[in-house]
């Protein structure tokens, strides 16, 4: 069964600051890993999608990557700003199932 | 376009009463999804459906129901409420399935508490 795990669990930092997000899955068979953003009393926005045959996917200032491998992604944050603070969610679909897998997520917070 | 729109935001129910959860889009997709979130742990899905009267069971179906009768709402039912069963409810649509590669849109939520 697939597992999705994030690591921290809580993240604060400074504004300005560049800042790695982990992801870790431990079926390494997916089809593609998505980042989502969740802000307090909202749903997800999605983020980054990056496809099994792809390394990585940028978007501004969020660079994603993705090393199918060792089961792993990292999101990273430039410029973090106190606007980036929210809960930041890793899900995978597995290449042979056919549904999300969510992390637990990871909440920053970046201090002005 | 409002997108994914639940309601309501809010409420607490007793044990045993019975409530439906409302979920519209107005993006006409085809795919829709329900998941309870609970504290520091992910998303589970609970149901989904990929059409007009077309329904399947996710990982954590049980003591609820769905029901599909149009491509815009997909209502959730709780029918006998548990106190497991306080979380908060997340509604989602896409435009394609999940092996699509088009990303799910949420709605903001129903908070629920089961007293």
């Known amino acids: 069964k697939q597992e999705v795990t994030q690591i921290p669990a809580a993240l604060s930092v400074p504004e300005g600051e560049n800042l790695v997000l982990n992801c870790s899955f431990t079926d390494s068979a997916i089809y593609n890993l998505q980042w989502f953003r969740q802000d307090p009393g909202k749903g997800l926005t999605s983020l980054l999608l990056?496809?099994?045959?792809?390394r990585e996917q940028t978007s501004g200032r969020l660079n994603a990557s993705l090393d199918k491998s060792s089961g792993r992604s990292t999101l990273y944050i430039a410029a973090s700003q106190p606007g980036d603070s929210a809960t930041y969610l890793c899900?995978?679909?597995?290449?042979?199932?056919?549904?999300?897998?969510f992390g637990a997520g990871t909440i920053l917070r970046v201090k002005s | 376009n409002a997108g994914v729109t639940q309601t309501p935001k809010f409420r607490i129910l007793k044990i045993g009463q019975s409530m439906t959860l409302q979920c519209t889009q107005d993006?006409?997709?085809?795919?829709m999804y329900w998941y309870r979130q609970d504290p520091g742990m992910g998303l589970k899905l609970i149901y989904y459906s990929v059409g007009a009267g077309i329904t399947d069971k996710g990982e954590v179906p049980n003591g609820y129901n769905v029901s599909r009768s149009t491509t815009e709402d997909f209502p959730l039912r709780l029918e006998l409420a548990a106190p497991s069963q306080t979380s908060v409810y997340f509604c989602a649509s896409s435009y394609g399935g999940d092996r699509s590669n088009q990303p799910q849109h949420f709605g903001d939520g129903t908070r629920l508490s089961i007293l």
């Open positions: 993006m006409n997709h085809n795919y």
């Open positions: 899900a995978v679909i597995g290449e042979y199932g056919n549904k999300l897998v």
């Open positions: 990056i496809q099994s045959s792809q």
